[in-house]
């Protein structure tokens, strides 16, 4: 088996943190937890529960953190990245680690992701990927195991050496699409990414931290900044002003029917469209350095 380390970051996370750290510790794989300074009892949890911790004095968005907790990993061959609210039913590393050693060339393998309502998610399209024959979004579940053009976040292994030697995360990203960058850059590298369909994973989906008022906002804000930004990144066309154009007269019709969900939600997205558009970063946003 090659020595794995999963690497959990954390933010307000201790309502799912005991089930997936008691996950990874039933299969006998070690935990890093990075902790974006959360303000619950995460780091106590982490601790507790016999992982390494390893603690950011702010929040560093989720690329930032998983970059840091893959360094920290030295004694690694393979890295499994893993949200604080994904739970890896049994038997699922050995999934993994068997798919790996049958495809030694993969960069990247995920376990096959069921959601909270028993829906299996498979990501069918993305943004990063113009020339996929399935523009529409056609689910077409795998059976078994397969090669795949991108991968969800929530749950990846990889070798971390080729995590490390392609940059691990873009930095740049405070939140969303980190995931489908490293997918791309992994298969313009020529590595095959693999649906592992017998390792199979419980993903809570949006779970992973404790709502809080504003965070709706900042969400839908990094999620407009971010499309965004990978979107000039690969030389497509910059969804900014559609963005923007779209979402604030929905904005504005909310605020002056006292909506304040739609206000969050609508005025988020205008928001970090019009930053990307006046220049500004993700990073600069929440006080962070280049």
Request: proline share 6%.
């Amino acid at each position: 088996m090659p020595r794995l380390v999963a690497i959990v970051v954390a933010h307000d996370s201790a309502a799912v943190l005991p089930a997936c750290l008691a996950a990874l510790a039933g299969q006998h794989v070690p935990a890093i937890v990075v902790d974006n300074a959360s303000r619950d009892a995460s780091v106590a949890i982490a601790e507790e529960a016999g992982a390494q911790v390893i603690r950011n004095a702010r929040n560093e968005g989720y690329g930032r953190a998983n970059n840091r907790g893959v360094r920290a990993a030295m004694t690694a061959e393979h890295v499994l990245i893993v949200n604080p609210d994904v739970i890896l039913r049994p038997g699922a590393v050995d999934a993994l680690v068997a798919a790996a050693r049958a495809w030694p060339d993969a960069g990247l393998l995920a376990p096959r992701l069921v959601e909270p309502d028993g829906r299996f998610f498979f990501q069918a399209r993305s943004l990063l990927a113009p020339y996929l024959t399935n523009p529409g979004g056609r689910l077409a579940l795998p059976q078994g195991d397969a090669c795949a053009p991108f991968l969800s976040g929530a749950c990846l292994m990889m070798p971390r050496r080729l995590f490390l030697d392609l940059g691990g995360f873009d930095e740049r990203i405070f939140l969303f699409y980190e995931d489908d960058d490293l997918c791309r850059r992994i298969a313009e590298a020529g590595r095959a990414l693999i649906h592992v369909h017998a390792a199979e994973a419980l993903h809570g989906r949006g779970r992973s931290a404790a709502p809080e008022p504003g965070r709706v906002f900042g969400t839908r804000w990094h999620q407009a900044w971010s499309r965004a930004y990978v979107s000039r990144k690969y030389g497509l066309r910059d969804p900014s002003l559609a963005t923007l154009m779209t979402n604030l007269p929905k904005a504005l019709l909310s605020a002056l029917v006292l909506r304040r969900a739609g206000v969050e939600r609508y005025g988020g997205s205008a928001a970090g469209a019009l930053a990307f558009l006046r220049g500004r970063t993700a990073l600069a946003r929440e006080g962070l350095s280049e």
